[in-house]
């Protein structure tokens, strides 16, 4: 038995973001480790949103994204089944939200709204390049299905 599980009671239940990522908590919804990568370094024309979504309630939540584009307001939505997780755009294979015609450059942070059970509250999230290293294949269109609005 290791000491920090002899002197701690419990294991945490909700996430913590680190880094360049953030996250945001509406009722039993959790988005965290939120961050939009970008496929080149100065044309955020696409950006995959790379997130992991936790749905801590006894019913299944459908969970809006929306963001502005240059095109006006546009949405896209998942559903998370009660007592679960969603990772989104995080590995090869996983369900990517491609958030396309962007105006925010590389560098800089796109307010999306998170909205679920009737509440919404803005995430702001980063947009970086797949040039760095930790998220060289993590841009639009790697290896996934694409999901456009």
Do not use: W
Request: some cysteine; proline content about 6%; hydrophobic content about 35%.
């Amino acid at each position: 038995m290791s000491g920090c599980a002899f002197t701690t009671p419990y294991a945490p239940t909700r996430g913590a973001d680190t880094g360049d990522t953030v996250g945001v908590s509406i009722g039993s919804i959790d988005v965290r480790g939120a961050v939009l990568i970008s496929a080149e370094p100065n044309d955020t024309q696409a950006a995959s949103l790379v997130t992991s979504v936790f749905n801590g309630g006894s019913d299944s939540a459908t969970v809006e994204f929306s963001y502005d584009a240059a095109r006006g307001r546009v949405s896209q939505e998942i559903d998370v089944p009660a007592h679960s997780s969603l990772s989104l755009g995080g590995a090869p294979g996983e369900r990517q939200l491609i958030l396309t015609d962007l105006t925010t450059r590389t560098g800089a942070v796109l307010d999306i709204t998170v909205a679920t059970h009737g509440e919404s509250k803005i995430l702001p999230v980063s947009v970086l390049p797949t040039g760095r290293e930790q998220y060289a294949n993590l841009g639009p269109g790697y290896e996934t299905t694409r999901q456009t609005p």
